[in-house]
């Protein structure tokens, strides 16, 4: 038996799922999938007829782009025949010296200054540079071997010769115009203009136009975007590959291809890109998407490609299916709204004609009910009375078990306790008739002292038999008790037996005030003492220990003794009323019942305890009524 009671818990029912419930859900699902739906329809729609409009926007910007491109890379087209105007030129060819190179280099580099282009040089027939307007440059082509170039081997067969490269000695790119330079319609050398092409990326970058070249290779020339020159639009066949590293066209670039994160073709010269914002990471987490268009020029073999970025497109078209979403979300809500009021209506009237008829059927049910229930109160008055009946009855018996087992501790105490009055009437006789003879005789300070005896005497008895009033009168159930003050009036009234069989007593407890009246705490103790004694009667060296300890609230006095146990068959029947261990008549077997009983009551347990090196333990938990105890003496 243990003092703190342990609560059960209720375990939860299993949840299910009404039917009602599950109707609301499914219906609820299919409302989020239709707006979902709809907004979605609405952003492809919106993005559709968005793109349309870029696209239409785009071929305008595209051809006038186109025609500005075309007319910078023109500009500088009459250049090469120019040469053949100065005489200086075609002797320098005819028959080369250095005053007339000194000669032709000065014109050419006053020529390349007040035309604004890169530099302008002469090869003969056999492709060296004999003239050059950078012939003051540490990189200047004066001397180099250039007859590899397509453009002068276009040029030396009277072709005009139009090539974009990357120069072999500088490393810079360049748009190259060549021109074959006649005498008498024969090619006695070739003119070289090459071109700065970075002003056009330059405009493009301060108008914020994205937009590449592409010649006609498929490799970008010209780009707003610094990362994407150079790459290839598409990937090179190593045929391709091998034929532009032979031409050092484009010097030792290793021509990487442009791999766009997506690609959605819409007609032959359109196309949905999709780029990494930064093309050297092609990280796919930060991509913009193009529209990209393209145009071939008239002028050369090159192609013009316009990105128009479709983020605005598709924030317009992600707004766009928001409005479409939250307009199907309103009209559903409508819907909704409209339905459950027809039905809140059709149940309104429905719920007031089945009111009508159940007001009707309860107002008969009322009147059946009524009888019945009058019928079922007289009844449970009855169970009441009897109940309490009942109740007083079971106290009232009780009570009077209570009080038997103190007659009964009692009687076990008659023989102590007629003892205890015995040597104080005796003492009494024999003073008493010594008084007199002393008192005749005149001593009267003989006569005081055993007065003064006599007085001493008669007190004694009265404590006996006070303590027996105390401890046999009847008790309430409230109240508040002093342990120590309990535990001194127990011991007080086993003086006798304590006497008659020595024990060695060791009390380790603390002092404290216990929510129980004060004479069953000490009928409990006189119990648990007894039935002690009693057990540790055949015992050579009887020893009983007191201890206690305060926790949570809870006092726990533990009254142990050194007997021999209870046997294990017995222990079952240890509480049971009218049973008992003791031989002959000892007792009534209601001591521990009773003492039980009384710690329930008082909001306490009465636990026994089997230690291993034997005896038994009885422990007493009853609740404290003050917080901390004071610490009393502890072993006797």
Known sequence: MQCPSSSLRAVPPALTVKPRLLRHLLLT????LLVLGCGYAGYLISEKFAIAALTDSGERQLGLHARALESEISTHTYLPSLLELESGVSQLLLNPSEARRLKVNRYLEGLNRRSGSRAIFLLDLGGRVQATSNWRDADSFQGEDLSFRAYYQDAVQGKPGRFFGVGSTTGEPGYYLAHGLRQRDKII??????????????RWARARLQAYVSDENGIIILSSDPALRLKSIRPLSEQTRTRLASSLQYHWTRLD?????????????????TLAANPTQNDPTQAVSYLAQTRRLEASPWSFTLLSPLQDVRRQAISQGVLAAVAVALLAFLLIAWNQRRKVIATRLAAREALQQANDHLERKIAERTRS???????????????R??????RKAQDSL????KLAVIGQLSTSIAHELNQPLAA????????????????????TSNLATINQLVDRMGRITASLRAFARRADDGGEA???????????????????????????????????????????????????????QAQPERQLWLSGQAADGVYRLQVRDNGPGIPLALRKHLFEPFFTTKPGEQGLGLGLTLSASLAVAAAGSLAVQYPEAGGTAFELCLPLTTPSPVESPTDA
């Open 482 to 536: 002093q342990l120590g003050k309990a535990m001194d009036a127990a011991l007080f009234l086993l003086q006798g037996r304590l006497q008659q069989t020595p024990v060695q007593l060791h009390t380790n407890f603390a002092d404290a005030r216990l929510a129980i009246d004060q004479t069953r705490l000490e009928q409990i103790l006189v119990n648990l003492l007894v039935n002690a004694l009693d057990a540790m």
């Open 189 to 202: 050398g070739v003119a070289v203009v090459k071109v700065r092409l970075e002003p056009i990326e330059q």
């Open 402 to 405: 209570v009080q038997a087992g």
């Open 29 to 32: 699902v299919l409302m989020l």
């Open 257 to 273: 291809a442009l791999q766009p994160l997506a690609r959605q073709p819409l007609d032959s010269n359109t196309e949905l890109l």
């Open 389 to 394: 009946q009942a109740e007083e009855t079971l």
């Open 373 to 387: 229930l009058r019928a079922s109160n007289d009844r449970l008055k009855a169970q009441i009375r009897e109940r």
């Open 428 to 447: 009494l006789r024999t003073l008493s008739g010594n008084t007199m003879r002393f008192l005749q005789r005149g001593a009267l300070d003989t006569v």
